[in-house]
């Protein structure tokens, strides 16, 4: 498709229609975000296994296809994470996780394909985890940080997601403090357990 297409295809002022793999979560039309394993440093529980893989293979732990839509109040951001299943240690392997940088902002993920869990958390010490299978719609209050989590061990965890376009992303606080809660296999079951390295107060 060329680039006049494109933007034929994606006029949000007159509105529009996008295709994407429910599957794969993939579209054409959607810009792609990747996350390798590398960039993940610091999250992880065991750091040295975390270290062992990288040396073997800098893979792409998760990506993400999400719109170029204005970041306006009154517009809704939209797209999807694709999570591949693995582990680090044995702690399942996770997106990076965070707040909004207007707090007061909720948002929903469908799943579509796969197995995994949204962890949830606010700054008053509430945490949980939500369980996410096909046909699932996760929803994400006002307030809180959110990560999504791929327990299956061989198939991507893939969500579409969608909130206001104005909401932003506060990775900072999560990289500093890490999460309360992470997701562990145990006896061939995902557990969730307290982060021993989370640093918030």
Known sequence: MRDSEKKAA?????????????QTGRSALAPAGKRRLSEMRGLFLDGEALEAQ???EDRIIYE???LDIPQTPGDLSFGFSIL????????YYFTKG?????LNTAEIYSCTRGH???LLENKEGDSRAIEMLPGRIGYVPKGYAHR???????????????????????????ETTGFRKLMVERDGAPVLMDNPKWLGK
């Open 64 to 66: 993400y296809h999400a």
């Open 10 to 22: 994606l006029d949000w002022s007159r509105g529009c229609c996008i295709d994407f793999d429910f």
């Open 148 to 174: 999504s989590v791929n327990v299956s061990p061989d198939e991507p965890f893939v969500t579409l997601f969608a909130y206001r376009a104005d909401a932003g992303h506060d990775y900072a606080t999560i």
């Open 98 to 102: 965070h707040f909004h940088s207007i």
């Open 84 to 91: 591949q299943p693995g582990k680090i240690g044995d702690e």
């Open 54 to 56: 990288i040396a073997k």
């Open 116 to 118: 995994g869990y949204l």
